[in-house]
């Protein structure tokens, strides 16, 4: 914060400081901006143009056939990929957000025996990495027949996810338990109490929580890789990787390109109509009046 004298007015070192971290912040941001800049820039220019010895940012000229070319490829792969992507996430995010909203209710207002305990145990999966859990993960989907299927991705993810119940759970610990009281006196169920005013009172938590779960379901990139070697079930990120082992070798550049900008649409979209509900669900300390 910037100092000002005694009768209100910023002093000139003041001043001074807030230019320089202006212009320190502003060179920040075009170094982390430059490589997605660059990125939709390459996937207008020619091959030639990329491998050329001279760097340029600017197509010269400007082609803009690869993005038909990437949704043709192969016989469509990469629309059967954004289908598979989204068979995914709607699912998962339909009943995963409801039994995560339902969780986190549970272990913020009920009382029952071990709740804390069970609390804490679950916050303690979120401690172990996924690299751990693949492998048994891998072994018991391939009893259950479930590999080179989307099931192995969409059936854990509709149990819930631990970090939006964990935020959840912090987010409704701030409303006073008296209006659990009040609304058992008007005659509410618990699931009445869940769904007409708690519901209500997270939805703009929840909606945060959702919008970040879909970015780490339609980047995800590992955990189909593992689990599905079936072409015809390929994850976006999965083609986009094939894309890559294929025309990489031909420096087809500006078609991985394409494919890429048209990955990374979805959620540069979402952020960007919903950044208002992230910026103020994370600054959220309490409720408001």
């Known amino acids: 914060m910037a100092k000002v004298s005694s009768g209100g007015v910023?002093?000139?070192?003041?001043?001074t400081l807030d230019r320089v971290l202006f212009v320190v912040l502003a060179l920040g941001a075009v170094i982390m901006v430059f490589p997605l800049f660059?990125?939709?820039?390459?996937?207008?220019?020619?091959?030639?143009?990329?491998?050329?010895?001279?760097?340029?940012?600017?197509?010269?000229?400007?082609?803009?056939?690869?993005?038909?070319?990437?949704?043709?490829?192969?016989?469509?792969?990469f629309v059967t990929g954004i289908r598979n992507s989204l068979l995914v996430a709607v699912p998962v995010l339909l009943v995963g957000s409801f039994t995560s909203s339902l969780a986190a209710f549970s272990f913020a207002k009920l009382r029952f025996k071990g709740r804390e305990q069970m609390f804490m145990a679950l916050l303690a999966t979120m401690m172990v990495p996924f690299a751990v859990v693949m492998i048994p993960q891998y072994v018991m989907f391939t009893r259950m027949g479930w590999t080179n299927s989307l099931l192995p991705l969409i059936v854990p993810g509709m149990f819930g996810n631990v970090s939006i119940i964990f935020f959840l759970r912090q987010n409704l610990s701030s409303i006073p338990n008296d209006m659990?009281?009040?609304?058992?006196?008007?005659?509410?169920?618990?699931?009445?109490?869940?769904?007409?005013?708690?519901?209500?009172?997270?939805?703009?938590?929840?909606?945060?929580?959702?919008?970040?779960?879909f970015m780490g379901i339609w980047n995800d990139f590992l955990a189909p890789s593992i689990f599905v070697q079936n072409q015809k079930w390929y994850t976006l990120q999965v083609v986009i990787r094939s894309f890559n082992d294929q025309?990489?070798?031909?420096?087809?550049y500006p078609l991985i390109m394409a494919a890429s900008v048209i990955a990374m649409l979805p959620t540069l979209l979402l952020f960007f109509f919903f950044q208002r509900y992230i910026i103020e669900s994370m600054a959220l300390s309490g409720v408001k009046g």
């Open 10 to 15: 910023r002093t000139k070192g003041s001043v």
């Open 38 to 77: 660059y990125m939709i820039m390459c996937s207008f220019m020619t091959k030639n143009q990329i491998l050329s010895a001279n760097f340029s940012v600017i197509p010269n000229p400007w082609r803009s056939g690869m993005y038909a070319a990437a949704l043709k490829e192969r016989n469509g792969l």
């Open 180 to 213: 659990v009281d009040a609304a058992k006196i008007d005659g509410c169920s618990f699931f009445q109490i869940y769904y007409k005013v708690f519901l209500p009172m997270m939805k703009g938590a929840l909606m945060t929580q959702v919008i970040l779960w």
């Open 247 to 252: 025309y990489a070798v031909n420096s087809n």
